[in-house]
């Protein structure tokens, strides 16, 4: 069900200066606190209540409210390489049609059942509502797209040593002798049959200790 629009919610934006005059435009500024959970849970979002920066393009065209904009901020998230921390500036493009309630659509502009089929061709339109608009789902689904699915503390992060966890970017030279295991086997071969050969000396010396006593 749909709740009515809050004025005093800093990603809700008002149309009425605006007018409805095609052809009629409107630029906004404004920073706003994050809302929770804007990014990749787990990944790199950015932090709740961190600043965001939103440069807006209001247009009046025939069908409602088109809307252009930028938002920028700072996400955190982890470096999938090396696993330390990091901070990436991101800048969000988007853009959004917020349609003028019709006779479909009360006047705050939720959608009223409707009896025939045309009612599911605009079911992908978001409309105003008193004029108004809530632009934290676009916000949220253009922050998402433009951030990174792998982020990388830097592009020539050479990661962690698959063996012991140490850290490549601090120690460059850091390896570990390699040793083929078809070698390994053959060498595993040649020390069982030497402590083999050992037993049959020991074997043998002790023969001829036992005649040289008879």
């Known amino acids: 069900m749909s709740t009515r629009l809050d004025h005093r919610n800093p990603l809700v934006f008002d149309t009425h200066e605006l007018g409805r005059r ?105 409309p105003l509502e008193d004029g108004m608009f809530d632009l934290e789902p676009v916000l949220r689904d253009a922050v998402v797209l433009a951030l990174p699915m792998q982020p990388v503390c830097r592009e020539d992060c050479a990661g962690l040593c698959a063996e012991c966890g140490a850290s490549l970017n601090d120690d460059p030279d850091h390896h570990h002798d390699a040793v083929d295991i078809r070698w390994a086997a053959l060498q595993g071969l040649a020390d069982s049959l030497g402590t083999g050969e050992k037993d049959n000396m020991g074997g043998a010396e002790a023969g001829v200790d036992e005649k040289q006593e008879k």
């Open 22 to 126: 095609p052809g009629a435009l409107q630029r906004l500024s404004r920073s706003v606190e994050a809302p929770a959970d804007l990014g990749i849970d787990g990944v790199i979002g950015v932090p709740e209540g961190s600043p965001v920066e939103l440069d807006l393009r209001l247009e009046s065209v025939m069908e409602g409210v088109l809307v252009t904009g930028t938002a920028r901020a700072s996400a955190e998230g982890e470096c999938v390489r090396c696993l330390e921390p990091l901070r990436q500036e991101v800048a969000a493009d988007f853009q959004e049609m917020f349609s003028y309630p019709s006779d479909s659509s009360d006047a705050r502009g939720h959608r009223k059942e409707a009896a025939d089929d045309d009612a599911e061709d605009d079911e992908d339109m978001t």
